[in-house]
């Protein structure tokens, strides 16, 4: 078994849609990015990768590269997942906490849950993630941005 940490974070950004975990969030300011900026997926993305030791997302979706100027972030994570397969693992569960003032995650996470889940290849009961505020604290607690941070444990496929 193999556990990864990912974290991720960006600025709001007037005149961009806001996408968390592959799930558009109508009405809201959107965040700064290359791709979709869906910092969720981004995080969760990084877990993945670091848990088998394959480098980050900017080694592989580089911002430099206009071939992911505003990319679908979940279609990034199933190539995330397919390179992780083709090295012999797979996912056991992935833990993610997103922290932001804005907006109120509760009522879209199962929503999230799945769209991250079918990007996975996984059960929704193998994704979890959980919304915080930051109490008013730092940037994030004064709504200039949205934070996250994941976990990912795999395991390898013994054939």
Not at 40 to 67: E, M, N, R, V, Y
Request: aromatic share 6%; with cysteine; proline share 2%.
């Amino acid at each position: 078994m193999r556990i990864g940490y990912g974290y991720d974070s960006h600025r709001f950004a007037e005149g961009r849609r806001l996408v968390l975990g592959g799930v558009e969030f109508a009405g809201e300011t959107g965040l700064l990015g290359h791709s979709d900026a869906d910092v969720l997926t981004h995080a969760i993305i990084d877990a993945l990768f670091g848990a088998a030791a394959l480098g980050d997302i900017g080694s592989h979706f580089p911002d430099t590269d206009a071939k992911w100027k505003d990319a679908d972030s979940t279609k990034l994570l199933s190539a995330a997942v397919t390179e992780l397969r083709a090295a012999g693992h797979e996912i056991a569960n992935v833990d993610a906490t997103v922290i932001c003032e804005r907006p109120r995650l509760g009522p879209r996470i199962d929503e999230m849950r799945q769209r991250l889940a079918a990007a996975m290849g996984v059960g929704i009961d193998a994704v979890s993630v959980k919304g915080k505020t930051n109490e008013g604290l730092d940037d994030i607690g004064a709504g200039r941005g949205i934070a996250v941070h994941a976990v990912a444990l795999l395991f390898e496929r013994f054939e």
